[in-house]
């Protein structure tokens, strides 16, 4: 069974549903959703934030908490045309704030409390960034200004007024958004730049780093059914385990493409697996209103000369690229030539642009345009459409490794070979092996969300780690389980050792589901074939891990929005 998570006007039902093989032991209750809107204050002529839906919204929110039963919470946000972008962009971040921001609180403390905060070791590190990331946004303020009528730029703008209001909601410190405005440089903006600090951290010579050489960021599968009956795509979040206080989110922004252009872009519309205080995915997985799929793994920078690439002026950081892209562009090749603007080195990821408007079901000889492959490292952006291959192997499948062979030498993963062996390899990598030789099994939804969970280390060959003592390894698999490696075990590199790290999330979305923005989503480690994972008796209960269930042994749901 799962759950379907219906948010309507006030509530949010769980229906049960038999089309899974999962059995989930929970009443059919009803849960109770929080409805807020920004409006206009005819008398004040203020932003407010109110309770309840008003017909004369600037922006509305419905939001429902049920991590503690399904382990997600859900949110939709909704702007009204009556307004200019400016204002309705704020106004987006404002509400969504006022629904979200005890959760806010909670995945700060857990997550973001003290980096680069008063008392923080790395000083000079964080000087280094805030002189970055201060210099980036004066240069993103200067394109803006100069030319606001772009496309491009009026999106960046929008971006950032939503953040702003995010902030000052939370702030309680509302007010109409300005042409220009200012952006703290380590306060939510932090929550946006999650896996660009992971580069920049390398880039700026940050003593201690976040990511451990080897360090898995997901695993990704885009998958023909048999006789091309279905297309399915689905993605394995891989992160650290005090980072599941999950939204799911979908956005509904009546922006015009342009001042000088109202015609509405096509990705306006967007549902995505997403964190408190984010205003993007972060995973990243996404389902645009443009008929586009849109997905990532990191493929990171092991070349330390790529660093000079990486410069705070000419670049726009990839979260806010990540934002353009998927707002713009109509067709995987139009993403590709978006993102591919102003590339900033950071956040390096293997992108999947999945056009579902080039798949008809049953049809054999689609030859191109439904799959685009982008990676991009510092100084380099490569993509091309690799719809042939997907329609020859059935597959496509993303796990942390370049595919493109002068990415993969550009960014030093040859070397990595040379030293550490096939682990780093494309084709002969654990997780390559297993998704080749399991893909096969998938033949519907059930068969790929257990493939995508799937975890059986202490038995499965392909696991075993050479140099590894012991030789089974949790993070050798499709959704990782650092936690389960023995802390006194020898392990050739960072990523193989024990840690509070693994695949944290499924979602998967079909040609039968996306036009709805719907999809099958679980939240927290996989317990397939392994035990669940559980705070208080991992070595790691005594991190700081608020408003989290003790024990994360949840069922796939299935998500569905209001009309």
Known sequence: MTVNMSLRHGTAKRVLNTSLLYVLCLLCTWIRAEIRTVIIDNQSGQLSVLEG?????????NFTDDIKNSGWSFLEVTTSRQYNDSIQAYAAGAVEASVTSQLIYKHWMNTLVGYCGPFTFESEYCQRLKSYITTNLQWIQEQIQGRPNVPYWHQVHLALLQLKGLEDSYNEQLSFPKDS?????????LFQMGGDLE????ALNKSSQTRPLGSGSCSALIKLLPNNKELLVSHDTWNTYQSMLRIMKKYNFAFNMSPMDSSQPPGGIQAFSSYPGSIFSGDDFYILSSGLVTLETTIGNSNPALWKFVNPTGAVMEWLRNIVANRLAA???EWAEIFSMYNSGTYNNQWMIVDYNKFTPGKTDITKQLLTVLEQIPGLVVYTDKTPELMEKGYWASYNIPYYVEVFNASGCNELVEKYGPWFSLHQNPRARIFRRNQTAVTDFDSMVRLMRYN???EDPLSRCDGCNPPANGENAIAARSDLNPANGTYPFDALGQRPHGGTDMKMTSYTMFREFGMLAVNGPTWDQVPPFQWSTSPYKDLVHMGHPDIWAFKPIQVTWSP
């Open 331 to 333: 067709t995987g090749k």
């Open 199 to 202: 580069d920049l951290e390398s």
């Open 456 to 458: 059986n280390f202490k």
């Open 53 to 61: 839906y008003r017909d004369d919204f600037v922006a509305w929110a």
């Open 181 to 189: 405005f200012s952006i703290n440089p380590f306060g939510f903006l």
